[in-house]
């Protein structure tokens, strides 16, 4: 199988010793691997060696990229390699945590979710209900993330693992369709989850949070200590 949007860069390996500790980053919807290079460029700085995966939301399903990324990261992370923690955007936690539920490696880390949508997206459905288009435009992957995904996801990622949201702090956000505070794209509500270890909201937009020097530096201490910067 593919991995559409994969390249060597997408894999930078400290040659740390054997024992070095691996990030692997996963994008979201309708992106690519290029929307986590700042934050794979602080994390090699930090001395960790980095798999950015990449998949096609639009032509695979959920299931389907979770299955490419355990090949993936068989394929690239030795196995003298130290903990392997995770940093993903919006549907790449999914991807993540569908990847956990049948891959659970003996040496994972910590885990990171910027904006994921842990209980489905209420903008994605209503976008799809009112613009049929968006049926098209979203793909296979964007069209099963509108929804709950607890019917197959049964347990949290089993790590330490803590959620970066964004919004205006506030109770409406910053889309008036999404009920509650919201980046544009995920509620607030949407990306909490049972068992996680730390929570923190950072004022942004969905997409631009992968940019934002708070996020990144919370990142950077949550997978050091396992709590961000409040």
């Not at 290029?34 to 959920?62: E, T």
């Not at 959620?163 to 949407?190: H, R």
Request: hydrophobic share 40%.
């Amino acid at each position: 199988m593919h991995i559409t949007g994969y390249t060597r860069d997408n894999v930078h390996s400290a040659d740390a010793a054997a024992g070095g500790e691996w990030i692997v980053l996963i994008h979201g919807l309708l992106s690519s691997p290029r929307a986590m290079r700042k934050i794979k460029s602080a994390l090699v700085a930090r001395g960790y060696s980095v798999l950015n995966f990449g998949y096609d939301s639009r032509q695979q399903s959920i299931r389907t990229s979770a299955v490419l990324l355990d090949t993936e990261i068989k394929r690239v992370i030795p196995n003298t390699a130290g903990k392997i923690h995770f940093v993903t955007h919006s549907l790449g936690s999914i991807i993540a945590r569908y990847y956990f539920e049948k891959s659970n490696p003996g040496n994972l880390g910590r885990c990171v979710m910027i904006a994921p949508p842990n209980h489905g997206s209420i903008w994605g459905r209503r976008l799809i209900k009112n613009i049929p288009f968006f049926n098209f435009v979203l793909g296979i992957a964007g069209q099963e993330v509108r929804y709950p995904p607890e019917k197959s996801l049964h347990n949290p990622p089993p790590c330490e693992f803590g959620i970066i949201a964004g919004g205006m702090g506030n109770s409406f956000g910053i889309n008036p369709l999404i009920p509650g505070d919201n980046d544009g794209t995920i509620a607030v509500s949407e990306t909490r989850l049972d068992g996680m270890n730390d929570f923190v909201l950072v004022r942004g937009q969905h997409t631009m949070l992968l940019f934002q020097k708070k996020v990144i530096d919370n990142i950077l201490l949550f997978l050091e200590t396992g709590n961000f910067d409040h």
